[in-house]
């Protein structure tokens, strides 16, 4: 496929020209179940080919083994994708509830050089951390982030989960091209104080789960009992017992939507998503993730859905009515912090 008719946007007043939509890669090796390897080389070749240029991934996907597998695909396309990924958590493969996160300057020091390694570059596009250690100044990682883009081995800086201080005290360190953060019509703590402050700053937005996880897709009825083992998703609390039918039901409003335009829901959740962003004049990646090429296809279409504003008005209030927070431990995000 070589429709590559994708829009663009600069993620950020200082960071990269990507496509307005990215792809999420971690289902690809973590997370999320079994993933077949053919079938996720097929996706990304997809993605490639409707002109998708931002691919997330992190250190901490099957601890490292998510980086290794995008890396024959960066090879064959590198001049022209935007390489996203991130530093900051381990979790243990013995114990996948559990999460280690570190960033002081001799982890990250180490991170850079594995993350270069396994993924086979020079320079990384988009480096983030992936979450914050409170213990460790932000001023610090972000010093020796900056020090990564003087040495070249970065281009651009990102954090994920911090909170709007966090984000002006690093901004004022050294420019950050974008904040990835869950934002979606299930998600919309951030559009409390991070938001408006990436606003302030012009830092990009990416929104990372966007189709709340796959639950927006209308993938689920109940999905306590349809998830399979090794799923993390198993131990989420949106995803488990009532809650995971009481949000089932909450779908209906974006069935009616999606009726309207012909499109599917989760076409529907992203428009909003962009739309949303549009709204705080913000610009915007989202990163849906999906193992399958014609799902890449199907969310790739959102990016020319426009939704009107009495469609807006009717999924406004979806997010208020969610059973369950987003994590079962909300200190690792920004509203966990805010509160
Ligand atoms: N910074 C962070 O802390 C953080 C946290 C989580 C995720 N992320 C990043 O954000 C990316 C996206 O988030 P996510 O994967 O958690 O959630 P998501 O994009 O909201 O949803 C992904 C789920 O939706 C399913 N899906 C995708 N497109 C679909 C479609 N058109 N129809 C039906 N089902 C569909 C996928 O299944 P299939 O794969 O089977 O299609 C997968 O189960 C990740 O890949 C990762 O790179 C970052």
């Not at 597998?69 to 994708?81: M, S």
């Not at 951390?129 to 003087?150: C, F, K, Q, S, Y």
């Not at 915007?284 to 993730?289: E, K, Q, T």
């Amino acid at each position: 496929m070589t429709d590559r008719t994708m829009p663009t946007v600069r993620l950020g007043e200082t960071g990269p020209e990507t496509s307005v939509q990215g792809l999420g890669c971690m289902g690809m090796s973590f997370g999320y179940g079994p993933a077949d390897t053919d079938q996720s080389r097929a996706a990304l070749e997809r993605a490639f080919g409707l002109g998708v240029t931002l691919y997330d991934t992190a250190d901490a996907y099957g601890a490292g083994d998510n980086e290794r597998f995008l890396a024959p695909f960066f090879k064959a396309h590198r001049d022209e994708v935007v390489i996203a990924t991130k530093f900051a958590l381990t979790i243990p493969p013995d114990d996948p509830s559990k999460r280690i996160i570190r960033n002081d300057a001799p982890y990250i020091r180490q991170a850079i050089e594995d993350s270069l390694k396994r993924l086979d570059v020079d320079v990384i596009d988009l480096y983030y951390m992936h979450r914050r250690d409170v213990n460790v100044p932000i001023e610090e990682t972000v010093g020796v982030m900056a020090d990564l883009v003087r040495e070249g081995k970065v281009k651009h800086l990102g954090l994920s989960e911090v909170t709007a201080d966090e984000l002006r005290t690093a901004h004022a360190v050294h420019p950050i091209a974008a904040v990835q953060s869950e934002w979606s019509l299930f998600s919309r703590d951030i559009e409390t104080q991070v938001v408006p402050a990436a606003r302030e700053l012009g830092v990009g937005l990416v929104p990372y789960s966007p189709l709340g996880r796959g639950f927006l897709t209308g993938a689920f009825t109940d999905a306590a009992k349809e998830l399979t083992d090794g799923d993390f998703r198993r131990s989420q609390p949106r995803f488990t017992g009532d809650n995971a039918t009481a949000n089932a039901a909450l779908l209906e409003p974006v069935r009616r939507v999606a009726e309207a335009h012909g499109a599917t829901l989760g076409q529907v959740a992203l428009a909003w998503v962009h739309q949303r962003a549009a709204a705080y004049g913000l610009a915007v990646v989202p990163i849906p993730g999906t193992r399958k090429a014609e799902r890449v296809t199907e969310n790739a279409g959102a990016a020319h859905l426009v939704l009107t504003e009495e469609e807006l008005a009717l999924l406004e209030p979806i997010a208020g009515q969610v059973a369950g927070d987003r994590y079962a431990d909300m200190t690792f995000t920004s509203a966990g912090r805010e509160q």
